[in-house]
């Protein structure tokens, strides 16, 4: 069974530029959940898709959005990014809210 | 509002020794409890959890009880090897509520052959 992927694993960008990163849940998975990890902040909930719909958001600006598309497949997006935005982006997915969740490798994001 | 804490690392160990992890949390709702593990360049992988009160839950040789009376999971094995070498985290999430999981901020594990 394939695990959660997430694409791409690397990423390099610049003040200013927006990013948008992928994440492929596990078949049959519907809830998928975004986590962003620093070293200084450690792991950050960011917000949380099931069924298209957003049913939860952490703490963070406006400039951090998600989507979630019928198949599951979820995006995040941060715009007009800053140097702090660097760090591990995780997704994870769960069947229901039951069920642990499972995550996939992260993408890097770096901000020159 | 939720909150986990976690032991203080880095912790190193000699291979074969006795491993415990200590994790407190605090929790407005009736939570599970989770121990994750994430090894260099990798995500996080699920080592166990417990969803209720006095629950034991075990992987790999891995184990912790849901210690209600003293808001605990601390982690323990009993005889660590090189391959166990990886930050742990310890996280929790309120039943009948949302995906959302709170996490500790991460013990460095580095067990020496």
């Known amino acids: 069974k394939a695990g959660v992927t997430q694409t791409p694993r690397y990423l390099i960008k610049t003040r200013g530029q927006q990013v948008t990163l992928s994440c492929s849940p596990i078949?049959?998975?519907?809830?998928v959940s975004w986590y962003q990890q620093t070293p200084g902040q450690g792991l950050q909930f960011l917000f949380e898709?099931?069924?298209?719909?957003?049913?939860n958001k952490g703490n963070f600006p406006g400039r951090f959005s998600g989507r979630q598309f019928s198949n599951s497949r979820s995006e995040m997006n941060v715009s007009t990014l800053e140097l702090g935005d660097s760090a591990l982006y995780l997704c994870?997915?769960?069947?229901?809210?039951?069920?642990?969740?499972?995550f996939g490798d992260g993408t890097r994001l770096s901000i020159l | 509002g939720n909150s986990v804490t976690q032991m203080e690392g880095p912790v190193t160990l000699s291979e074969e020794a006795f491993l415990t992890i200590n994790c407190t949390y605090t929790?407005?709702?009736?939570?599970?409890l989770f121990w994750y593990v994430q090894y260099p360049g990798e995500g996080l992988q699920l080592l166990l959890k417990?969803?209720?009160?006095?629950d034991k839950g075990s992987n790999k040789g891995f184990e912790a009880t849901y210690r209600k009376e003293t808001t605990s999971f601390h982690l323990e094995k009993g005889s660590v090897q090189v391959s166990d070498s990886a930050v742990y985290f310890c996280?929790?999430?309120?039943?009948?509520?949302?995906?959302?999981?709170?996490f500790g901020t991460g013990t460095r594990l580095t067990i020496i052959p």
């Open positions: 996280a929790l999430r309120i039943n009948f509520g949302n995906e959302k999981l709170t």
């Open positions: 929790a407005t709702g009736y939570p599970s």
């Open positions: 898709y099931f069924s298209e719909t957003q049913r």
């Open positions: 417990a969803t209720k009160a006095d």
């Open positions: 994870a997915s769960s069947m229901t809210a039951d069920q642990p969740q499972h």
């Open positions: 078949s049959g998975h519907r809830s």
